[in-house]
């Protein structure tokens, strides 16, 4: 008989794991909300054009990383390899581009890219994504900025980060950059790897992001971006750092970040770890003022950012500072049909009062169902028999001291609804 598994890459999550990610989600939920921001929740499927254009025909993702395929309309379809692009495209497509052009929205979900599977790199991956349009204004940069921070440092605690800060100019100082950086690169252009030979005729930029050991080395003495900012770039960059240090948010400037993505300018930031090994970023984003007008909306700035969950989740396990609300099962042990009919009313009850209860369908000796509560984790087992029903009493048994005692069965429901809060 065939076996069947997860595609290579793509990972299942199973409980108790998934509780992790759920505490994980709500807190980056309440943090965002606390700074005004709404879930925006897009398809997983998008058309394939809007990826080649917004993410760039130069980039890796386009060039080898996108599961597309055609439909059987014809269509050229990918599975979102990143969620900035879908995000823009349903803030066009809505009309809010139009009636609420200052708009504040976050989104979680899966992505697609057909990397090499690797510790923190997945082809089925996970990100939790912000998004800011309609301000141009380095105040919108830093406060987005120094909401990562709160998630990761006051919220999570999480230990060795560090904060990379970069301006990487717009298009009126780039163009000059670009082409010194060139002539830079056409002097070593044998000494780069095949991938950088190709990426400095198209986007020159994007050598500067190369992980190939020999091609950083060769990069140490290139031309800087912040060598040709213009004024505006310079000034914008200088009151980010104003602000991040106004809000006591500990910062680095690292003149070398670039983004991978062809449709950031100005401000780009990182949040770095040493305990990833090579997958050192934790979360990547800047501002992207042209790409709401590239993809068809009024000329609209954007900033944003991009966490990756799965590399998150390590990072916590490593850590152990996410806290994890302790599940409080109860699990009932019906010894009868008299028993079930008495309480399956009163366990609806429980439930409609929050309280998570489990009993066994299989009506099974009281042996085996202390057993079953024991590997489901239950906290309590209520145990009740005849002898219980005709008293109208129940027998309560905490599993982990195995105390037990006897209660009225009207009690049940305000007894574990305190105990549960």
Same mark, same amino acid.
């Given at each position: 008989?065939?076996?069947?598994?997860?595609?290579?890459?793509?990972?299942?999550?199973?409980?108790?794991?998934?509780?992790?990610?759920?505490?994980?989600?709500?807190?980056?939920?309440?943090?965002?909300?606390?700074?005004?921001?709404?879930?925006?929740?897009?398809?997983?499927?998008?058309?394939?054009?809007?990826?080649?254009?917004?993410?760039?025909?130069?980039?890796?993702?386009?060039?080898?990383?996108?599961?597309?395929?055609?439909?059987?309309?014809?269509?050229?379809?990918?599975?979102?390899?990143?969620?900035?692009?879908?995000?823009?495209?349903?803030?066009?497509?809505?009309?809010?581009?139009?009636?609420?052009?200052?708009?504040?929205?976050?989104?979680?979900?899966?992505?697609?890219?057909?990397?090499?599977?690797?510790?923190?790199?997945?082809?089925?991956?996970?990100?939790?994504?912000?998004?800011?349009?309609?301000?141009?204004?380095?105040?919108?940069?830093?406060?987005?900025?120094?909401?990562?921070?709160?998630?990761?440092?006051?919220?999570?605690?999480?230990?060795?980060?560090? $904060?990379?800060?970069? =301006?990487?100019?717009? /298009? *009126?100082? @780039?163009?000059?950059? &670009?082409?010194?950086?060139?002539?830079?690169?056409?002097?070593?252009?044998?000494?780069?790897?095949?991938?950088?030979?190709?990426?400095?005729?198209?986007?020159?930029?994007?050598?500067?992001?190369?992980?190939?050991?020999?091609?950083?080395?060769?990069?140490?003495?290139?031309?800087?971006?912040?060598?040709?900012?213009?004024?505006?770039?310079?000034?914008?960059?200088?009151?980010?750092?104003?602000?991040?240090?106004?809000?006591?948010?500990?910062?680095?400037?690292?003149?070398?970040?670039?983004?991978?993505?062809?449709?950031?300018?100005?401000?780009?930031?990182?949040?770095?770890?040493?305990? $990833?090994?090579?997958? =050192?970023?934790?979360? /990547? *984003?800047? @501002?992207?003022?042209? &790409?709401?007008?590239?993809?068809?909306?009024?000329?609209?700035?954007?900033?944003?950012?991009?966490?990756?969950?799965?590399?998150?989740?390590?990072?916590?396990?490593?850590?152990?500072?996410?806290?994890?609300?302790?599940?409080?099962?109860?699990?009932?042990?019906?010894?009868?049909?008299?028993?079930?009919?008495?309480?399956?009313?009163?366990?609806?009850?429980?439930?409609?009062?929050?309280?998570?209860?489990?009993?066994?369908?299989?009506?099974?000796?009281?042996?085996?169902?202390?057993?079953?509560?024991?590997?489901?984790?239950?906290?309590?087992?209520?145990?009740?028999?005849?002898?219980? $029903?005709?008293?109208?009493?129940?027998?309560?048994?905490?599993?982990?001291?195995?105390?037990?005692?006897?209660?009225?069965?009207?009690?049940?429901?305000?007894?574990?609804?305190?105990?549960?809060?």
């Amino acid at each position: 008989m065939t076996k069947y598994t997860a595609v290579k890459g793509m990972n299942d999550c199973l409980p108790p794991e998934t509780r992790k990610w759920q505490a994980l989600e709500q807190l980056a939920r309440d943090t965002f909300a606390s700074y005004g921001y709404s879930e925006i929740r897009t398809p997983i499927v998008e058309k394939t054009a809007l990826f080649t254009r917004s993410v760039g025909e130069t980039t890796s993702i386009v060039e080898k990383e996108m599961y597309s395929f055609v439909d059987q309309g014809d269509e050229a379809l990918t599975l979102r390899p990143e969620g900035t692009a879908p995000v823009v495209r349903s803030y066009i497509e809505s009309g809010m581009a139009n009636q609420h052009p200052n708009a504040k929205l976050y989104y979680m979900g899966p992505m697609f890219r057909r990397e090499r599977p690797q510790k923190g790199r997945y082809r089925q991956f996970h990100q939790i994504g912000v998004e800011i349009f309609g301000t141009a204004a380095p105040a919108a940069d830093a406060e987005m900025i120094a909401m990562v921070w709160d998630l990761l440092d006051h919220q999570l605690h999480l230990p060795d980060l560090a $904060l990379e800060i970069n =301006s990487i100019g717009c /298009a *009126g100082c @780039r163009p000059e950059f &670009l082409r010194t950086l060139e002539t830079y690169l056409a002097s070593r252009a044998e000494k780069l790897c095949t991938d950088c030979q190709r990426r400095m005729k198209k986007n020159p930029m994007r050598v500067l992001d190369c992980k190939n050991e020999k091609c950083r080395e060769l990069l140490q003495d290139a031309p800087s971006i912040h060598e040709f900012w213009c004024e505006g770039c310079q000034s914008h960059f200088t009151e980010v750092q104003a602000m991040l240090k106004l809000l006591h948010v500990p910062y680095i400037v690292n003149h070398r970040i670039v983004r991978g993505l062809d449709y950031y300018m100005r401000t780009a930031f990182e949040v770095i770890t040493t305990r $990833l090994g090579a997958q =050192s970023a934790v979360v /990547a *984003g800047g @501002r992207y003022d042209g &790409l709401v007008r590239q993809l068809g909306g009024p000329d609209v700035p954007g900033v944003g950012f991009a966490i990756g969950e799965e590399r998150l989740m390590l990072l916590l396990e490593d850590a152990g500072t996410l806290s994890v609300k302790e599940e409080q099962h109860v699990c009932f042990a019906l010894l009868g049909e008299a028993a079930r009919k008495a309480l399956l009313p009163v366990i609806r009850e429980l439930r409609h009062h929050g309280v998570s209860v489990q009993w066994d369908y299989e009506d099974r000796s009281l042996k085996a169902q202390m057993k079953h509560a024991d590997k489901l984790g239950a906290k309590w087992v209520v145990i009740v028999g005849d002898e219980e $029903l005709a008293n109208k009493v129940v027998q309560v048994k905490t599993l982990a001291t195995g105390d037990q005692e006897t209660m009225s069965i009207d009690k049940l429901v305000t007894y574990f609804s305190e105990k549960c809060s």
